[in-house]
């Protein structure tokens, strides 16, 4: 694996968004902000912070589990590193695995082992994904975790799309994707790339001190962000646009 760039945290949260957006829960949201989603601006504040928002309302209980000092890169993937890629293991993923969460070696399951009913449905969907990227381009981000270069790596978003991928080809996996990865030495630390007692139990705890997220509430972004540019005494679109949103949502 070969670190290629920094990416900031909000272009990071801007790619997993977008790969979420497709979810029944945005709908409501999708005239307003679909075009904060798709053509990511990641110099402009408040737009991060409604991408934040929006994300959040899904996945705040997986990024808070993130180690504050984590740093994202943008890495490129060597054949080499494949028998260090894991799975993130929830759901039909675990039935598949067996006990072992390594990408290559759900590929191998997939192939190898005849499954059945809601399993078997769920395989075939992930098939189905895997020859239209043989045939389709496909430039979106995949993101992943670890405590370095050298070490394992966790699917933290993707594991559809990298399995789909390694059953196509190596090769494949290797040219379609942008992968991110975040690093740090305390991901040990997180429950979605270590699974102990203490993570688990620090995971229960934010997830009941955060049972209403305001972080999540984007109603609560506008008007932080209209404040914001007022007291600054800024003018023109950004101004205008601030207390126009806050309009709407009061």
Not at 32 to 54: G, K, M, S
Not at 107 to 133: D, N, P
Request: glycine fraction near 4%; aromatic fraction near 10%; charge should be positive.
């Amino acid at each position: 694996m070969k670190k290629l760039r920094r990416v900031p945290e909000a272009a990071v949260i801007a790619e997993f968004l977008k790969n979420e957006f497709y979810q029944a829960e945005f709908q409501p949201d999708r005239a307003e902000f679909e075009r904060f989603v798709l053509e990511a601006n990641v110099d402009d504040e408040r737009e991060n912070a409604i991408r934040r928002a929006l994300l959040f309302r899904r996945r705040g209980h997986m990024w808070r589990e993130l180690p504050a000092d984590t740093e994202w890169w943008e890495v490129s993937l060597d054949l080499t590193d494949l028998h260090r890629i894991h799975v993130f293991p929830r759901a039909h993923w675990r039935k598949i695995a067996d006990g072992s969460f390594k990408l290559n070696d759900i590929v191998r399951r997939i192939r190898t082992t005849r499954f059945r009913g809601r399993t078997q449905m769920f395989i075939s969907k992930i098939e189905a994904l895997s020859y239209r990227l043989r045939e389709n381009p496909d430039d979106s981000a995949v993101l992943l975790i670890g405590i370095d270069e050298e070490s394992p790596v966790t699917i933290l978003e993707g594991n559809h799309r990298l399995t789909a991928a390694l059953m196509a080809s190596p090769s494949l996996l290797q040219a379609r994707f942008r992968v991110l990865c975040g690093f740090s030495p305390r991901m040990g630390e997180s429950c979605w790339y270590q699974t102990n007692v203490a993570n688990l139990w620090r995971y229960a705890r934010n997830r009941l001190r955060n049972l209403r997220d305001r972080e999540a509430d984007v109603t609560q972004v506008l008007p932080q962000y209209a404040r914001q540019n007022l007291s600054e005494g800024a003018v023109g679109s950004g101004a205008v646009a601030a207390s126009k949103a806050v309009a709407e949502h009061e």
